[in-house]
């Protein structure tokens, strides 16, 4: 599917299908395709099927990226068709286990929020707000659904601003303020026939269309290519064209992490690291109907894999490993300079 194509032309279940198909010939991209087919399905209200590629993965021998975020997905799904007690069940195994990716936090806590257990999903959010964000100075791009959620499921429950609130409030960009955005008196308006009351309205809704914009325009990563040093060295032995490309390993690293900083200096957002190897190369490669050896497909490959979901963050979080796998922090390896 094209990303242009308007959400009322697309046949779900045929996008669905072709995703799973996609998924077998990349076993080592499963994860997230399957994810996207049962979104479609879904969207298609066939949610048993959805189910149905949760649970495989769920089930897969092959470990998961992100389970929790299966687990929620397929939690929220549940919901919408009546298991709400499995659903329920599986909510309070996510917030249990406290993941560190926010996007399970936010689809627990929207699933809940959706079926009226705001004081739920309030806990919910704040429980992700302290476990991801204490002792942040500046939130990641990642993690600013949990505090504006949280924001608006406090704001339908009428509690007053805490420390949390004002920090969703100086992130929150849109030039109406969330307060005026997450007003619960704000269905009432549509029905006005006070023309400064829909106007007023009108500009909210742009605002938040502007936000949804936004996030939309940030599909994936920038991301740059990163080979281990064994999958490096066996892709020199195999083409010895691309050593001009990656003269060693050592500088191979320096070069990712130059690059990056360089286009965070030029004021890029969202950049990401993607990893490679050399089957997948090839396979890429073939589909491509070109040559390995050719090095104007290192881009389109790393490009590729950051749209398959396979990107990571850069820099990463405060205290968390290095990106090149070196087993060491990142502030005491390639960030130590930062």
């Known amino acids: ?30 994860e997230h395709l399957l994810v996207q087919a049962a979104a479609h ?30 687990r929620a997905l397929k939690a929220a799904n549940l919901w919408e068709y009546g298991h709400e007690a499995e659903a329920r069940a599986i909510i309070e195994g996510v ?24 004081e739920a999903a309030q806990e919910t959010f704040t429980e992700a707000a302290v476990h991801l964000l204490t002792g942040v100075a500046e939130p990641p791009y990642a993690t600013l659904p949990v505090l504006f959620g949280r924001h608006r499921v406090r704001r339908m429950l009428g509690l007053p601003h805490d420390e949390w609130d004002g920090r969703a409030d100086t992130l929150n960009s849109s030039p109406v303020s969330l307060d ?29 269309l502007g936000t949804f914009r936004e996030a939309l325009s940030r599909p994936f990563p920038v991301a740059v290519l990163h080979w281990p040093a064994p999958e490096l060295t066996e ?19 320096s070069t990712i992490e130059a690059s990056l900083r360089e286009l965070a200096a030029s004021g890029t957002p969202n950049l990401g690291i993607v990893t490679g190897t050399v089957p997948s190369y090839e396979a890429f490669a073939a589909s491509e109907l070109a040559s390995p050896g050719d090095a104007s497909l290192l881009p389109q490959y790393a490009t590729t894999l950051a749209a398959r979901g396979r990107a990571v963050a850069w820099p990463p979080e405060r205290g968390a490993a290095c990106w090149c796998g070196s087993g060491r922090g990142y502030g005491d390896c390639h960030g130590g300079d930062a």
């Open 41 to 70: 399905l879904e969207l298609a209200d066939d949610r048993p099927r959805a189910t149905s590629l949760y649970d495989r993965l769920l089930s897969s021998t092959a470990p998961l990226e992100n389970p929790f975020l299966v």
């Open 235 to 253: 892709l020199l032995t195999a083409y010895p064209s691309l050593s001009m490309e990656y003269p060693s390993h050592e500088e191979h690293l």
């Open 95 to 118: 917030r249990a286990s406290a993941p560190r990716d926010p996007a399970p936090w936010v689809i627990v806590a929207e699933s809940l929020e959706s079926h009226d257990e705001l």
């Open 180 to 208: 005026e955005l997450h007003d619960p008196k704000r269905v009432w308006s549509l029905g006005s026939d006070n023309p400064a009351e829909l106007q007023a309205e009108i500009s909210r809704l742009r605002a938040e």
């Open 1 to 30: 599917m094209r990303p242009d194509t308007p959400a009322e032309y697309v046949d779900h279940n045929a996008e669905a299908a072709r995703l799973e198909r996609t998924a077998g010939l990349y076993p080592e991209d499963a």
